[in-house]
Nanobody, 117 residues
Framework: QVQLVESGGGLVQAGGSLRLSCAASLSIFRINKMGWYRQAPGKERDFVARVTSGGDTNYADSVKGRFTLSRDNTQNTWYLQMNNLKPEDTAIYYC???????????WGQGTQVNVSS
């Protein structure tokens, strides 16, 4: 059973910063793709950022230049550094892992990010 545990959400004013963490219950080297999605109230879950095992990183256009995904292989953890936050970034943020050997996506429990104007 693969478990992902998130932390780091909260309330911040516009222009502020937050860092989200996602700790995996297995070696990060067994994860083919890891990243973040978010879901705002009344909307679908949207892609935010992803890094592959090969090191290719992609970001949604709405967060490029403001958000940075990084990883700590020794801690089996990846992070989302969010700078210059905007009210439209308010959402529940979910970390995601895709494992090719199970052909499944796994999700964290979600962490709330609220950005006030």
């Amino acid at each position: 059973q693969v478990q992902l545990v998130e932390s780091g959400g909260g309330l911040v004013q516009a222009g502020g910063s937050l860092r989200l963490s996602c700790a995996a219950s297995l070696s990060i080297f067994r994860i083919n793709k890891m990243g973040w999605y978010r879901q705002a109230p009344g909307k679908e879950r949207d892609f935010v950022a992803r890094v592959t095992s090969g090191g290719d990183t992609n970001y949604a256009d709405s967060v490029k230049g403001r958000f940075t995904l990084s990883r700590d292989n020794t801690q089996n953890t990846w992070y989302l550094q969010m700078n210059n936050l905007k009210p439209e970034d308010t959402a529940i943020y979910y970390c995601n892992a895709y494992l090719a050997w199970t052909a499944r996506n796994y999700w964290g429990q979600g962490t709330q990010v609220n950005v006030s104007s």
